[in-house]
């Protein structure tokens, strides 16, 4: 991977904030790279995705992009050295990427908006318990055959919590 260009973005906290807040913890992922046929339209669902969700760009340089969220970035690449001309989540490697989401509402503005920006309901017959009645999720495909399943907490929590 090419370094990201981080440009004005700094990549972790600014100066003077806590030291909790600074470091990152052992076992904290810090990032994940995505290798993807087409970036432009990767752009556009991951894009959408990852501001929906908080991350903020971190880089932009010639075939990639990233975003950030805390101490852990997402990169998007469309490498030369690719193998396939699309993920095939039923492979051995990565099935899906599973994000927390604030309440069942986000979840279901964030399927409301998916099809406009990309992504697909997957089980939709199912939707929003295609994990178990105790599991409110919306599992969600791109166009390149990238998983992101959108969890809520099942039941209302109290602030705070």
Known sequence: MSEPDQGSVSAWPEQGTAPTARRATTGMIHHLEFWVPDLDRAVVSWGWLLDELGYKPFGDWPGGRSWRSGHTYIVIEQSPDRTAGRHDRCRPGLNHLAFHVADQEQVDKLVASAPNNGWRLMFPERYPHAGGEGHYAAYLE????????????????PPDA
Request: proline share 12%; aromatic share 6%; no cysteine.
């Open 142 to 157: 791109n166009a390149d055959g990238f998983e992101a399943e959108l969890v809520a907490p099942s039941t209302p929590q």
